[in-house]
């Protein structure tokens, strides 16, 4: 309702009745077709955000109680060898693997030394060279803020110089063991073993070693990812035989993993892409929390006709209690960066029929469909 005043409108007040129904009838209605058109959004947002958070804790809880008690076990041994010696005045031998040896009767019964100035600590790291420093900056920009795997999968496009360089910053810095083992191998391989034994030894470093994988949190209190990629050595072995073998028992359950597994096994694979590897070839683990879960393998190949190379992803798989969390993610982004480095133009990936989450997550990597694969059996 309205009046005509001078030309223009004037709106009347809403009368109290009117209010009523706005709101005890208006109101109710217009949130009822509100929730009504919108609900199927809300619960995906809700059900996304509920599966995460939940998968999140799987995950978690899982490694507490896989790796938990490992460590409760070594952490209890150091604190009863601590308190022997304490009580006895000596201390106990180290056993060539770096773990707390038993005393032996005979030691427990030798008198302790006379006190005296405590001796310089063996641990000490090596002097830092700032040479070096600027060597390795050269080398790999940003060399200090990269995590272990980004640093090792850079190491073989490197000079003997370079790699020599690179493992004293190390030794004298941080003092991870994956980098200081590839380095030296690398240096091995090239042919410059002699120098390179020479450097501080990774196996028995000379002062204690920060893990290999990043905290939770850096030292400027930012997080960092607990989800890491490296390639894979001889002491992953035993691992990436449990991956293999669920990963070949996962296909060959699915629709179409028959012809795609055939009558393959983990050894095989293993000979192929660990024990000898060609060049063109590398296999990857993904760790989480210093654990290995997942394991990727991806070769070089050139197409018919064709002059550049290619890539293809072998496998690419993650145990099913480490999922969600980013595992599968680094070990694709390693493969394709390897790939880059090894100038490909392209990457091929298989999906079996109606595995809808791998297709996601290789769409999600930037692949899209090229050839469809049809397959009719014969009697």
Known sequence: MSDHEG?????????PLQRVLELLVFAPVGVAVTVAEDLPGLIGKGRQRFETDVQNARVIGQFVVTHGQRHVVERVGKLLHRDTTDSDGSVGSVGSSGSDAVATPESTAAPAAPA???????????????????????????????SASQVVRRLESLGPDELRAIHRHEASHRNRRTILNRAHQILEAKGAGGEATSLPSATAPSAAPEPDRPSEYDRAGERVAMETTR???????????????????DARSARGGDALAGATTPEELLERWLHAPSPGTILYVGEFHHAVVGLGAVAIFTRPGATV??????????????????????LMESMVAWCDEKECRDIDALALPGDRPTKQRLEAAGFTARLLVLNRPLN
């Open 231 to 249: 390639p894979a050595c001889e002491a992953d072995r035993e691992a990436c035989r449990a991956l293999l073998t669920q990963a070949l028992a």
């Open 116 to 146: 005296g100035p405590a001796a310089p600590s063996p641990t000490r790291k090596p002097e830092a060279d700032p040479a070096d420093g600027v060597i390795v900056e050269a080398a790999l920009a940003g060399y200090d803020t990269l």
């Open 309 to 330: 190379p290619s890539g293809r992803i072998e496998c690419c798989y993650v145990e099913t209690a480490a999922r969600g969390v980013g595992v599968g993610s680094a």
């Open 7 to 15: 030309g223009e409108t004037v709106e009347e007040e809403p009368t």
